[in-house]
Each structure stands twice: as C-alpha cells, then as structure tokens.
T-cell receptor
Framework: NAGVTQTPKFQVLKTGQSMTLQCAQD?????MSWYRQDPGMGLRLIHY???????DQGEVPNGYNVSRSTTEDFPLRLLSAAPSQTSVYFC?????????????FGPGTRLTVL | QQQVKQSPQSLIVQKGGIPIINCAYE??????FPWYQQFPGKGPALLIA?????SEKKEGRFTISFNKSAKQFSLHIMDSQPGDSATYFC???????????FGQGTRLTINP
C-alpha cells in the first residue's frame, strides 16, 4: 500500500492564480481531511469528508474548496491564491468517522504564494 | 484561541536524558489525546495516544501522563536518542480520532 499520497510536493503560485492540491489514499478509508501547518501554530483543519459525496468545513476553510467524488481522492482547490495561503498542506485519512483508529498523514505539499 | 496549548516551543536534551513536553486543553469534551512525531520534510506520524479513562500509557520508551482534573497531559521520552530529534505535536479530539486540534509543536533536539 502507498498509504496517503500528495502531489505536487512543491508549488509556487502568483497571487490570484488557482490550483488544485491532489490527495489520494489506497486504504479504503472513509474519512479524509486537509490541514495546513504554519510555524508556531501547529496544524489546523481546513476541510474534511466522512465519505464520498460528503464534505464539511474545519477551523480555517476560507479560500479553499473541496469535493469528494470517490473514496480514494480528496482534492483541495485554491480558487484565487493569496500570500496568506503560503503554508505546508497535509492530507490525512482514517478508516471510519467516529472511530479511534489512527489518522494517517501524507508527506505534504509546500505552497508558496508570491 | 488556541484550544490546546503546548510547551516548550523548543527543547534540547543530552542523549539518555528524559525530555518532557506538556500540553493543556480547555474543552472538557475532548476524549482522545494523541502525540504525533514529525521529521523534517515528512508528514506527522502517530506516536502514542491516550483516552481519558487512564492516567498513563507506555509504548516502548514513550509515556503519556494524563491529568484529567488539571486538563493537562504530557509526553516523556525515556533514554532519549539522537534519532528522537524531531518536532512533536500534541492534539485532542472529540468522539473519534478525526477532527484533531493540534498544539503549537515542540522542536526537540537530542545531542549525542
């Protein structure tokens, strides 16, 4: 199993550009989520999904969109990038919503917005 | 506001020492308290986790101590090694291990 994979690993955008961060998992996990990691702030939840077709907002959702058309994929879209979105983004998954099973994190995407 | 507060921000310990990282939380509804370890350029990985029905949990050289009345929990690393040098995050969640609220992180350095 590859676990949780993310692409790209690095990305530089100009203010106002759009892009999609890709996330996939091959563990048949129902729950998937996106976090951003900023210095001194830990990781903060952006959006999450409890299954295909179901998404909801986390702590810091503004400026980001998500969709979940399949169990495996959970892309994160930035419609108009801003410098404040410069961060490292992590996708995570776990088997069942409401379970205490481990949440697995991907390797991250480092995004810089100029 | 930060629902989970972690200290210290950074910590340097000699090999064989016992680093201790502390976290405090506000929300008494939290019922799952994991610690994650992150190496540079990698994603966080679960190290150890505890539920509030126990006061201590050990896995190898790593121990979580949990004080429900004080709303605090801590990570102890016994016989620390240079390979333990990493950033450690505490976290908390409600009714499952999913919507994690993270602390600010502690950069731990173990000197040889």
């Amino acid at each position: 199993n590859a676990g949780v994979t993310q692409t790209p690993k690095f990305q530089v955008l100009k203010t106002g550009q759009s892009m999609t961060l890709q996330c996939a998992q091959d563990m048949n996990h129902e729950y998937m989520s996106w976090y951003r990691q900023d210095p001194g702030m830990g990781l903060r939840l952006i959006h999450y999904s409890v299954g295909a077709g179901i998404t909801d907002q986390g702590e810091v959702p503004n400026g980001y969109n998500v969709s979940r058309s399949t169990t495996e994929d959970f892309p994160l879209r930035l419609l108009s990038a801003a410098p404040s979105q410069t961060s490292v983004y992590f996708c995570a998954s776990s088997s069942r919503p409401g379970s205490y099973n481990e949440q697995f994190f991907g390797p991250g995407t480092r995004l810089t917005v100029l | 506001q930060q629902q989970v507060k972690q200290s210290p921000q950074s910590l340097i310990v000699q090999k064989g020492g016992i680093p201790i990282i502390n976290c405090a939380y506000e929300n008494t509804a939290f019922d799952y308290f994991p610690w994650y370890q992150q190496f540079p350029g990698k994603g966080p990985a679960l190290l150890i986790a505890i539920r509030p029905d126990v006061s201590e949990k050990k896995e190898g050289r790593f121990t979580i101590s949990f004080n429900k009345s004080a709303k605090q929990f801590s990570l102890h690393i016994m016989d620390s090694q240079p390979g333990d040098s990493a950033t450690y995050f505490c976290a908390a969640s409600i009714m499952g291990a999913q919507k994690l609220v993270f602390g600010q992180g502690t950069r731990l350095t173990i000197n040889p």
